[in-house]
């Protein structure tokens, strides 16, 4: 069982090499800057960790983007912004834990055959493949890590995503309730005249209703 990421190899490092050429030069001589991007560099390039990225960005930004959306009322920006919330934690967690799940079982299953080996570890080692390198087994193991994990989130969407994204808005709507009867309590505490006018205001509204 083989696969090649030749011609996908290709177009990427022709894409990126035209990046490269638009973007200047930059020399870093901050020892705790150049530190900062090896390790990122290191321990951030795996798609577990890159998931985990796209998600702290996302949380950093569109709920932001929903709770100042002006078309809407204020309690739709409130709702808005909790469910994006919510499918944010869900996806991002169960993103994480099945690409880390999925690239750790391809890589534990993809070791070259041999007696200690044995079947089921070598199970998808390129063996039809003539000359296997370190990095061609790399982009091998990571190409199978990506299609096992989009197969096994095809299914976890609405397995897990779905009903786990439903269970958070409830709760984070909840919390907002519970905080805006608490905002009002206190503030009817300490104003009490108010809440008699408020009441007086909606009981003459029910009145100018029911004669209309």
């Known amino acids: 069982m083989s696969f090649s990421l030749r011609p996908i190899g290709n177009i990427a490092d022709s894409a990126a ?9 930059v020399t870093f001589n901050n020892k705790t800057v150049t530190g900062a991007l090896k390790w990122a560099g290191q321990h951030l390039s795996s798609p577990p960790s890159s ?9 950093m930004s569109q709920p932001f983007i929903d709770l100042h959306n002006k078309r809407v009322d204020e309690k739709t ?16 967690t169960t993103g994480i834990i099945i690409r880390w799940l999925c690239f750790k079982a391809t890589k534990s299953m993809a070791m070259k055959p041999s007696q200690s080996a044995g079947f089921l570890r070598s199970l998808l080692y390129p063996k039809n493949t003539p000359k296997v390198t370190v990095k061609g087994l790399t982009h ?22 779905a009903p786990l994204t439903i269970s958070i808005t409830n709760k984070l709507l909840d919390k907002i309730d519970k905080k805006e009867k608490k905002i009002s309590d206190n503030y009817f505490k300490k104003y ?21």
Do not use: Q, W, Y
Request: net charge positive; aromatic share 6%.
């Open 140 to 161: 091998h193991k990571m190409f199978l890590g990506h299609i096992l994990s989009l197969g096994v989130m095809m299914f976890t969407n609405f397995a897990i995503d």
């Open 17 to 25: 090499s035209k990046i490269i050429k638009i973007i200047p030069s």
């Open 51 to 59: 998931r985990f990225i796209l998600g702290a960005s996302a949380l």
């Open 77 to 92: 920006r409130k709702v808005s912004a909790a469910r994006t919330i919510a499918k944010i934690v869900a996806g991002t």
């Open 192 to 212: 009490p005249c108010n809440s008699s006018i408020d009441k007086f205001v909606g009981e003459t509204k029910e009145v100018n209703n029911g004669i209309s």
